[in-house]
């Protein structure tokens, strides 16, 4: 399988980011994986931004759920991430990664770097 991120590089604070991931080669409603976005920022480790499961049910990081959510078009066979009021800590570099049974993440989208900035 394959996925493939999309949306603009550059974002004002304030506004709304929005990520669009492209998946080929497997359905993400397909039994039993979960669709994930996961950033990087600058100098720092991995964070999990939220999911989607093949169900089409979401959870979001405690930390960014006010401001996230996470949608998905299976006519298309895509998820998108809208995070909301960006402020210049998100900036990162932006993934989408599908994860089967036991958290194993088996593929990943090459990122995307988002820039917030005015």
């Known amino acids: 399988v394959q996925l493939q991120e999309s949306g603009p590089g550059l974002v004002k604070p304030s506004q709304t980011l929005s990520l669009t991931c492209t998946v080929s080669?497997?359905?993400?409603?397909?039994?039993?994986?979960?669709w994930y976005w996961i950033r990087q920022a600058p100098g720092k480790g991995l964070e999990w931004i939220g999911e989607?499961?093949?169900?089409?049910?979401?959870k979001y990081n405690p930390s960014l759920k006010s401001r996230t959510s996470i949608s998905r078009d299976t006519t298309k066979n895509q998820f998108t991430l809208r995070l909301t009021s960006v402020i210049p800590t998100d900036t990162a570099a932006y993934y989408c990664?599908?994860?089967?049974?036991?958290?194993?993440?088996?593929?990943w989208g090459q990122g995307t770097q988002v820039t917030v900035s005015s």
């Open positions: 080669g497997g359905s993400i409603t397909t039994y039993e994986y979960w």
């Open positions: 989607i499961k093949y169900d089409g049910s979401t």
């Open positions: 990664v599908r994860v089967g049974l036991y958290y194993y993440a088996d593929s």
